[in-house]
């Protein structure tokens, strides 16, 4: 029995001992979590990273294509057209640089010790060859002999004397201010005639800059249908200032385009409508025909305040015969000489007041799109005798 003791005694002591190791390893204490916890709570590695062996393909990462930006078009800055007065003095050096010759030689003439009857007809052909007219010429020999008959015509004197005979010649009592304004709330309308080749397109456009530099909103009526040429001319100048123009299908009918400029400016209220009209002299008939609908046209619903005749005046006597038949078709109130400069014919003034009844508004000496100013009769004399 005591064998049998022993055997159970060395089992109890042996389950004790196994008990005891197997609590110990149950209550190990398990590594800190840091704030934030998750499932791998161990740091990178600061070694080197394991290689990866060659044999396993590696994906590169590809980056996404983005778009570029679509840009934004940009519209071209607007022109901003010069004043009344640098326009006056840029004009009036030229007209005295292209027209001074006419001038001295009148000068040098009645500068002379004696005036005898050929001096006298010396004066006459230069004052004839400058497209006065006959009957002008004679009116200021006539009054050039009656002054300068006393005095022998000194120099001095001669000057004074032919200033004050050419600038009443010229008129300067005539009414030069051009009519942009309407009645009523309603703009000016402005319609522009003239032969194809004369500048009448461009005189729009630089019509329509003077009026923006003096702070005047403007509407343009490519009525000139006939002219593809044109009506993408007009355009041009008016994308120059930001002046919206009007204009319709190539070879449509120019009244409905000039109604339909002046509809609109009547619309948004600008201050200004200036129309362009075709130029065509093949028949004569049909031309007063066609500027007398426009006008009609236009009047259902504003006043046409202004009628501007364009003409070249290099082409002498035949301005003059253009200038008749315009006035035959329309009411010219007012006249555009344009390429002034480079030529000796500035007594074309003269003469196509003299043939219309109409002051000479507005002169242009140059291509430039700010080559065009109001005429002052004292400014272009003095510019002719520099």
């Known amino acids: 029995m005591e064998w049998l003791y022993l055997v159970i005694g060395i089992a109890v002591v042996a389950l004790a001992a196994v008990v005891g190791l197997v609590t110990s390893r149950g209550r190990r204490t398990p590594p800190e979590v840091p704030p934030g916890g998750g499932t791998d709570v ?10 990866v062996p060659t ?13 570029a930006p679509v840009a934004e078009p940009v519209a071209p800055p607007l022109d ?12 009036r050096e030229r007209l005295a640089g292209s027209q001074g010759g006419f001038g001295r030689g009148l000068l040098a003439l009645l500068s002379r010790d004696r005036l005898d009857e050929d001096t006298w007809e010396s004066i006459e052909d230069v004052l004839l060859t400058a497209d006065i007219g006959v009957a002008p010429t004679q009116q200021v020999v006539d009054n050039l002999r009656t002054r300068l008959r006393v005095d022998g015509g000194a120099a001095a004197d001669a000057r004074t004397v032919l200033r004050e005979e050419l600038v009443a010649l010229v008129d300067p009592d005539m009414d030069r201010r ?24 461009t005189t729009v456009g630089k019509i329509a800059r003077i009026l923006v530099a003096e702070e005047r909103s403007v509407t343009l009526g490519a009525a000139d249908t006939f002219r593809a040429a044109a009506v993408d001319q007009l355009a041009t100048w008016g994308e120059r200032v930001g002046v919206e123009v009007v204009r319709g299908a190539e070879g449509s009918d120019p009244a409905s385009v000039a109604f339909e400029a002046v509809r609109t400016g009547v619309e948004q209220q600008v201050d200004t409508v200036i ?5 065509r002299l093949q028949n004569k008939q049909g031309l007063m025909d066609e500027l007398g609908k426009v006008k009609r046209v236009i ?10 005749l364009v003409l070249d005046a290099t082409t002498g006597q035949n301005g003059l015969i253009q200038a008749r038949v315009f006035r035959e078709a329309v009411d010219v109130t007012g006249i555009v000489l344009t390429k002034l400069d480079g030529s000796a014919k500035g007594g074309i003034v003269v003469a196509v007041q003299r043939e219309l009844g109409v002051p000479v508004k507005l002169v242009g000496l140059g291509e430039g799109p700010d080559d065009l100013a109001p005429f002052s009769a004292e400014a272009f004399v003095d510019a002719l005798l520099g």
Do not use: H, I, Y
């Not at 161990?42 to 290689?51: D, K, M, S, V």
């Not at 590696?58 to 983005?66: G, I, S």
């Not at 129309?275 to 130029?279: C, F, L, P």
């Open 42 to 51: 161990l740091a990178p590695p600061t070694e080197a990273p394991t290689q």
């Open 55 to 67: 044999d396993t393909p590696t994906e590169t990462p590809t980056e996404t294509p983005t778009e």
């Open 80 to 91: 901003r057209p010069e004043g009344t007065r640098s326009r006056l003095v840029r004009l």
């Open 178 to 201: 051009l009519q942009v304004s309407g009645a009523d709330g309603k703009p000016g309308v402005v319609l522009v005639v003239g032969v194809n080749g004369a500048g009448k397109t």
């Open 275 to 279: 129309v362009d009209t075709a130029g």
């Open 299 to 308: 009047e259902k619903q504003a006043e046409v305040t202004e009628v501007l």
